[in-house]
Structures are given as C-alpha cells and as structure tokens.
C-alpha cells in the first residue's frame, strides 16, 4: 500500500478521519512492481521496486521542470545477493532523436544528453527544437554513479543486450561480447581512437570546451562520431542485498535550455551542469527529499459540520469562534479551497464545491480538526 500520514495509528487508510498520502514534492505517483514475469528471462530475483515519481509546483521554473524519482528495492527472495548493481536506462530522444549525443558528469553523478549538431532538426514529422537546442541529464542523488555505457542497435557485439547476462555486464561497462568499454573512439575496442585503457565512464569529457586528452563524441581521438539515437544507462553498485533487506535510490531529471540562445549544441551542457549543482545542493541540505507536513491531532471541541452532505442552494456557515480558517482538500491530498473568517463567521457556499468526497480541515489560533465533507 502507498505510505499515508496515519492519525490515529490503526494501519487503516482513512481519509474521512484525516489520513491522506505522504508523498514527497507538491505532487507526485507512486507504484509497486516486481521482477516476476514470464518470457526469456531466468528465475527472477523476487525483487520488489516501491517508487514514487513526484515534482513541485515552483515559481523557480528550474526547479518546477525537474523530475524526481524515489525507488526502494527489497529482497523479497530467500537468497542473499553479492555485487548487486543498479542502472537506470535512459533513451532521451532529445527533439529529433536522430541528431544527438551524449556524455557524463562524474561530478554529478549525471549520465546527460545534448544535440550532436547546432541545429536540432528539422526531420519530416519529427518536432524539433531548431537552434540553440536544449540539454537534458539523469543525476543520482543519494549514489555513486560507478558506470555508464551505451550499445548500439545492433546485433553486433556492441548491440542491444539480449538477456539478463547481458544488462548485467553493460552495468559493469561491458558490452554484450564482453570486451570492456575502451576510452576514445565510440568506446569500442574495434572502433577508430579507441586506446588500450579500460574505461568505467562513457565520454566522460567536458563537450564545451576542447582538452586534447578529454573524451567526448567530438573529441575521440579521431574522427567525432556522427550524431545519432543514443542510449546511455548511468548505474552504481549497491554490493550487498541480503534477504529482507532494502536499498533507495533517489533519481532527478534536470533539463536545460541554453540561455544565451547563442545557435550553439554545448551552451545548454554549461547550463544544465550549473542546474545539476543547484539540485544536487538542494537536495543535501533536505529541502527536496522530504515529506508533507500530517494534519494536525483531531479536536473533538468544535462543532459539527452543517449540513453535511451539501446539495445544490445550499451552504456551510461556521459561527464558532474558536475558528478562524477552513481548507478543504482532495482524497489525494491536494489543497482545492480556504477561506478565512469575516468577522464572526466563515460561509462556504454550494457552488464553489464540485461533486465529490472531500477532507474539510477546520483551524484554530493552537489545534485543529478535520472531518469528511460529502458535496452532492
């Protein structure tokens, strides 16, 4: 079940009552899986994934379009597991998918995408950003980034991973013939500008400006590479799993417009890694990864609500004077009125209320009471 603020600590989610979702952000989805499935894959692992994707409703545009992910993983097997590892694969088809690149930050922890060409597009039914194009990364935020490593959409030996052998190695910047991810070139050992020295991080080089050591698509030590539809997974290893243990991992994807408008690929990278710092500030000093505030204790000292249901023509007036604001919130949690009182009471009219179940929170100058609100 999806964690809830419990009032009176029953176990039992009970909006009426007061209890609404705990979630991270101003707004957010959560969701259970497992890794039990049929098809060409061995045995599962009997892994259970708790994730919760939320964002915040920011006058900081910045922060408003970051994504932030929680996942929890839990060994549900009766196995204890050694060298686990952790990827998050990323396809960012940045505009038109055709014309990009992609990079990462060692720094932030960021795997990033950002167009291979001054101009993103145009391609006949594909929409596009044109000049200036954006960037766009993947940061972790509580984990080491340990590897990064792309395929190619192949059937070659730096092809698409077929079976779970294969994503295991490509964590481990393997690729699917088990030759070692190699710095220069594509990363390939058979790919022109690849050297002998075995690489943990694909282009781990700054695009924005040029190092005669420093490895990105542009700078291979040979010919750049031609931009395409890029893949990047970013991973970290977690070690140990044992049997009923947990591990988290807290994801943002931040995204970068290029704030020059300068007809440059790379200003928006400049850009994005100046916002993977901010985030990643944020979130250390607590202000990302925290919950909402829980309702205050029930009060049973005011009144009841009347009426209650309320139909059409109908309203809600409040004369007691130990209160002085309402909100009235959704089943999800998400705060749709308020109104404070004027003079001596508060009427809460019929028609500012669509249909629906509500949460009705009455407040006082030191305690509160919440009870359900039916609007017919």
Request: proline share 5%.
């Amino acid at each position: 079940m999806a964690p809830f603020i419990d009032l009176n600590g029953n176990s039992r989610y009970e909006p009426e009552k007061g209890d609404y979702p705990d979630i991270k952000g101003d707004e957010a989805m959560y969701f259970i899986c497992n890794d039990a499935r049929k098809g060409n894959q061995p045995e599962a692992m009997e892994i259970e994934v708790h994730g919760m994707v939320y964002g915040f409703n920011s006058t900081d545009e910045q922060l408003s379009n970051t994504i932030f992910i929680n996942l929890k993983f839990i060994n549900r097997s009766l196995f204890n597991y050694r060298n686990v590892y952790f990827g998050m694969y990323n396809d960012y088809d940045l505009g038109d998918p055709y014309d990009d690149y992609v990079g990462t930050d060692t720094t932030l922890d960021m795997v990033y995408a950002y167009n291979g060409e001054r101009v993103d597009g145009p391609r006949k039914g594909i929409p596009s950003y044109g000049a200036s194009p954006p960037a766009i990364g993947m940061m972790l935020l509580n984990q080491k980034l340990t590897n990064s490593m792309y395929y190619e959409l192949t059937t070659n030996g730096n092809g698409e991973p077929e079976n779970s052998s294969d994503f295991y190695d490509c964590m481990q910047s393997k690729f699917k013939d088990g030759s070692s991810l190699k710095y220069g070139g594509t990363g390939y050992h058979r790919s022109n500008g690849a050297t002998n020295q075995n690489a943990d991080y694909l282009f781990p080089g700054d695009p924005t400006y040029f190092d005669a050591t420093s490895w990105t698509e542009s700078n291979t030590f040979s010919i750049p590479n031609a931009p395409g539809d890029r893949r990047i997974i970013g991973s970290t290893k977690i070690d140990t799993l044992t049997i009923g243990s947990f591990f988290e991992v807290d994801l943002a994807y931040v995204f970068a417009e290029n704030s020059l408008k300068d007809e440059t690929n790379t200003r928006s990278v400049i850009d994005l890694k100046n916002l993977g710092h901010k985030i990643k500030a944020l979130y250390d000093s607590g202000q990302i990864n925290q919950t909402i505030k829980p309702i205050p204790t029930l009060n049973k000292s005011y009144g009841p609500i009347y009426p209650n249901p309320i139909g059409e023509g109908q309203s809600i007036l409040i004369e007691d004077i130990n209160i002085n604001k309402v909100e009235i919130y959704t089943i999800q949690g998400k705060l749709i009125y308020r109104k404070e009182k004027n003079n001596t009471s508060i009427r809460i009219e019929r028609e500012d209320l669509a249909k629906g179940i509500y949460v009705i929170r009455l407040l006082g100058p030191s305690d509160s009471r919440s009870e359900k609100l039916i609007v017919k």
